[in-house]
């Protein structure tokens, strides 16, 4: 597929654009029950300090400072240790897609 391509999901019953990788193309389409939707598809059920974590992401993406792991466990959120527990398998990459951001380049 084209990196460009992007699809319609349907979440919480909103219609939202997506890229092939299931990340959404537009923030401002994101609401938490969003958030919780794709967390379950993503097998993770949420607590507050998985929100504490996705509130971070988002703040850091508006301000268009580039993601990474070790930027997360300095950030006072979380450790890295905890990063891991809360999003385990890829924890950028899970949290990312659940804070409704693209994909971190720090990804791959």
Known sequence: MNPMTTL???YAGQCVMCNEEGYLTQLDQWT???GAEIAAEEE???TEKHWEVISFLQEQCRKEVPLTIRRVGKS???SIKEFY????NGP???ASRIAGIPKPVSCI
């Open 76 to 78: 006072g959120v979380v």
């Open 92 to 94: 950028l990459k899970k």
């Open 44 to 46: 993770i059920e949420m």
């Open 8 to 10: 319609e999901k349907n």
């Open 32 to 34: 938490q029950e969003i």
């Open 85 to 88: 527990q809360l999003f385990p």
